[in-house]
C-alpha cells in the first residue's frame, strides 16, 4: 500500500467517525436508545450495526443513509459533514428572548394550510438550528415576526393564535 493510499484510507475513517458523530447525536436528540431505533425501526436498523456506525467502525451505504435521516426525520444533508470536513456548527443560541414553544406533534396532527406553512418553516428553523429532538420547538423573536406574517396577525397577536391553534 502506497503512502497515498494510507492517507485516503485515514481521511475515510475521520469522516466515517464525524457521520457517526453526527448519527449519535441526533439518536440522542429523539431520546432514543440504540435498542429502542431496532425496535421502532422493525429491525431494519440492527442496534449492533448502527452501533457501529455511530463510532465510525463500518461505512454506511448512501441509501442506507437516506433510510435512516428519513427515520428520524432530518434531511439527509444533516447527517453529512460540511464543507470544513467537521459536522454542521449549529446556528447561534443567542438571539434574544424567545416569544414561545411550538408543539411540533401537535402542528403534525393539523390539517390547513396555516398549519402546512407553518410546519414548512419550522423544519427550516430545525435545519438550521440543528434542532431535531421533534417535540418542541422553541421560538425567538425573529421567528415569532414571520409566524405572525404566515398567520396574517400582529406580532403581539402571534402567541395567542399559536395557542388557538394548540400548538403553544
Do not use: W
Not at 21 to 32: D, F, P, S, T, V
Not at 157 to 168: F, H, I, K, M
Amino acid at each position: 500500500m502506497s503512502a497515498g493510499d494510507n492517507g485516503e484510507e485515514n481521511e475515510q475513517e475521520h469522516y466515517g467517525r464525524i457521520v457517526g458523530g453526527r448519527l449519535r447525536q441526533i439518536r440522542r436528540q429523539k431520546n432514543l436508545s440504540l435498542q429502542e431505533v431496532e425496535s421502532i425501526s422493525d429491525h431494519e436498523f440492527k442496534a449492533s450495526v448502527l452501533g457501529a456506525y455511530e463510532r465510525g467502525e463500518r461505512s454506511i451505504s448512501v441509501p442506507r443513509l437516506h433510510r435512516l435521516a428519513r427515520f428520524y426525520r432530518v434531511p439527509v444533508d444533516q447527517l453529512l459533514p460540511g464543507e470544513d470536513g467537521e459536522s454542521p456548527e449549529a446556528a447561534d443560541r443567542d438571539q434574544g428572548p424567545t416569544k414561545s414553544r411550538i408543539d411540533l406533534a401537535k402542528l403534525d396532527e393539523l390539517e390547513s394550510p396555516d398549519a402546512d406553512m407553518l410546519a414548512r418553516y419550522l423544519r427550516m428553523i430545525q435545519v438550521q438550528r440543528q434542532d431535531f429532538n421533534g417535540r418542541v420547538l422553541t421560538i425567538r423573536r425573529d421567528d415569532m415576526r414571520a409566524i405572525a406574517c404566515m398567520l396574517g396577525v400582529s406580532e403581539d397577536q402571534a402567541s395567542g393564535r399559536l395557542e388557538e391553534l394548540g400548538l403553544g
